[in-house]
Structure formats: C-alpha cells, structure tokens
C-alpha cells in the first residue's frame, strides 16, 4: 500500500513539474523570439499589446489588465517610452491625468509581433472554472510560501529584479 503511493505520489509530482516545465518552456521561448526578432522584452511586448488594445490607459489601469503591479509595470512602461514605442499625455477627460498610448512606431512593432504569450497563459486561467481558479490560486501560493520564494511584489516575466533596477541610457520619452 505505502509503494503504492509513493508511486502514486511520484507519478503526479512528475506530472505537475513537466506540465511547470511546458508552461516555463513556452514562456522563455517566447521571451527569447521577442528579443531577438523584435528587439524587446517579452514583457515589453505584453504590455504594447495590452496598450493596443485600449485607445489609451492610465498606470493603474494598464496594471490592472496585465495582472501585475503598479511599480512593476511602469518599469516596463519607461523603456517602451524610452523606446519611442509608448507615449505618455495628459488624459482629454482630466488634464491632470497621465495616459499611455501606443505610437506609431509601436504600432508597426505589433504588426511584425506574434500575440504576447502571457496574454494565452491569462486566457487559459481564465478559461478555468471559478472553483478550480480558486484552488489553483490556493494551491500555487502554498507552493511559492513552501519554496520561500521571495515575498513582495514578483516582476513580470523574465524581467529579473536587476534588469528593472538598472540604470539605462536616457532615451528620446525620458526628457
């Protein structure tokens, strides 16, 4: 009964870590074709995408449609404008409003881009019954805290804490 088990056991851990490693594979597979092919992170790319699709957003706003926070997306946010592929302007509604839009030159970007993988990660979440997202969410922070991943807010995929800390050249949106 016990070997059973831990055959049972063995059999499922080996399941989830292949069906990690698919998620992860595509994931860095994505991020490796968007650097090289476009010259941008893949988060970059998420976040042009999630722009695109709105005529304009504001900080909170644009975190709020990718699933990440504040600090971490305008991180993102500066080196697209740095880039000359977003731009920020004072919102029509309230001048004292910031909004980000997408430039042309972002917008001839995204016609030679692929969708952004992490937006085929979100829709499969949320494709998930309500119950199993719950469990899901349940089951990947008990995993993060068993892991003693580290806490606060995560960066945005193969963004590395240092890549969205490091000094960078001031660019033509810096000014």
Do not use: C, W, Y
């Amino acid at each position: 009964m016990a070997i059973r088990r831990a055959a049972r056991t063995h059999a499922e851990t080996t399941g989830i870590l292949d069906d990690f490693r698919r998620i992860v594979s595509a994931l860095r597979e994505f991020s490796r074709a968007a650097e090289s092919q476009l010259g941008v992170s893949s988060a970059q790319l998420f976040v042009l995408n999630t722009l695109a699709r709105a005529p304009a957003l504001s900080i909170n706003a644009l975190a709020a449609h990718t699933h990440t926070h504040q600090s971490t997306v305008s991180v993102v946010v500066k080196r697209l404008v740095a880039a000359g592929l977003v731009k920020r302007r004072a919102s029509k509604v309230d001048g004292r409003r910031l909004e980000l839009q997408v430039t042309k030159a972002g917008r001839m970007l995204l016609q030679r881009a692929p969708p952004a993988v992490q937006d085929r990660l979100i829709q499969g979440i949320d494709a998930l019954p309500s119950v199993q997202r719950r469990q899901l969410a349940t089951v990947l922070h008990r995993l993060a805290e068993g892991m003693n991943a580290e806490p606060g807010t995560p960066s945005m995929f193969f963004e590395s804490k240092a890549d969205l800390t490091r000094k960078r050249p001031r660019g033509r949106g810096d000014r």
